[in-house]
Every structure is written in C-alpha cells, then in structure tokens.
C-alpha cells in the first residue's frame, strides 16, 4: 500500500469554526529569564514596551488584523479576516513565527548593547487561537485589560519590597493579599498607581484610525483634505467599553 504523506498529517483539515470571531492570544516562552538575561529595568522598562509596539506594528502591516492589545509579554490580536482558509495548524505556526522573528528584529532596535546578546538563547512564542461570539470579544478585552491592572499592582508591589526585602520575604508579605493591602504597601513607599502611566495600567491598544492629510487636486488647482486610516499606537487607552470601540469604527 502506498502512503500519502499528506494524509499523516495530524489536524491538517482542523479549521476554525464558521462564522466565529477569532482572537489569537501570544505568549512569549522563558521571559522571566529573558527579562534578566536583557537587564530590564523593575516593573516596566520602555524599550521593551517599544519592542512589544513593534511587533505588533509589523503584524499590522503584514496581516491587518481589526485590533491588537498587549501588556507584558502577551499580545492579543482580533483578526477583520481570516487567512489561510482558517487552517489552525497554519494560523498558530506562521503567528508565532512571524511575532518571534519580529521580536528578534525588534530587539535590536530598542536594545544597542551587543553585548547581551552574546548568551541570549533564541526567542519563541506560542500561539493559541480563541473562537468567541461578538459579545464574547468585548468580554475578552476587557478581562485581558483587567489582567494588565493585576499585572501592574502585583509588579510594583513585588519590585518595591525587594528593596528592603529578600524573595521569600517579599512572597511572605505579599502571600494572600488584596488589592486594598497593595494599594497600602505602594503608598507608604510613595507610588500612587492610578497616577502611573496608562500603557502600565491598562496596556497598549494598537488600531487603525481616520486621520486628515493635506494633498492637493491639480484638476481644480487648489489644495485638498481627504482621510486616511492609519495605523495608530495607542498609548493612553481608557478603560475598555462599548463607546471606546464604537468611537474608533473597530468590529467589537
């Protein structure tokens, strides 16, 4: 009998399901380690934030996905329309591929120091896909978005005590507390976190929005103003609702 290499590949056919919408959700593998390996300054370090930017900005311009969020190391994209016929072995694979080539591209842009790239081990992202109703997307931002906030406190909280404190000290007072006890430990050592940056608290939205150009029409001789959509970095998101989505035309 003769076998068909192609009919031995597993989940070849597996296509996402029909009429979904459909986020991809990234994850960057070993950061923790990444993070020390780079000496990314403690909780947030700006190139990185710029490196995660673009990325995300270089998967805007290769796919044009309907939305793209990120915080950490996690990037969230909606997709407007759904390439390699909705494959899921390819969307996963090519995704994350493309998002750690992108970072390795990136990373030199925003970290000048060669030297640390002497011991870096290669970069890599999984990838996963997230079938969800229209309803379900706005649900899904805004639970990510919360994550972000958690993300924040947690981080400050952690890196301001390791100041004064050994890790397992720290973890000890940090063991069971809540977002009130936080809020209490940051501010005794002067960190008022809903004064920090918004890309902290709340993340990185990454769209296309309407812009004014100035261009000029030689039939009637005279200057023009017509609109474009461009992509726009979003660095000051509010909290995520209806009217923020509504406002900026995205399908959410």
Known sequence: MVIKMKECEIYSNLKVPCGSKIVIRADGRNFSKLSNDLK?????????????????????????????????????????????????????????????????????????????????????????????????????????????????????????????????????????????ALHEILFKRGVNISELPPWQRRGIGIYKKEVSVNGYNPMKNKKVISKRLKIHIDWNLPLFSKEFFNKNSLNI
């Open 40 to 180: 990314l300054e403690r909780p947030y370090d700006t190139n990185f934030a710029n490196l995660m930017v673009g990325i995300c900005n270089d998967f805007f311009i290769e796919f044009s996905p309907e939305f793209i969020f990120t915080f950490s190391d996690e990037i969230n994209i909606l997709l407007s329309d759904i390439p390699f016929n909705g494959r899921v072995e390819k969307l996963d694979s090519v995704f994350a591929s493309f998002i750690s080539g992108s970072f390795t591209k990136n990373l030199f842009k925003n970290f000048k120091d060669n030297s640390l790239y002497e011991t870096l081990k290669p970069i890599s992202f999984d990838s996963r896909i997230i079938p969800l109703s229209d309803r379900g997307v706005f649900e899904y931002f805004k639970t990510q978005q919360n994550e972000a906030w958690r993300n924040c406190l947690n981080g400050y909280s952690y890196w301001k005590l390791r100041k004064e404190f050994n890790k397992s000290h720290t973890m000890e007072i940090l063991n069971k507390k809540n977002s009130s």
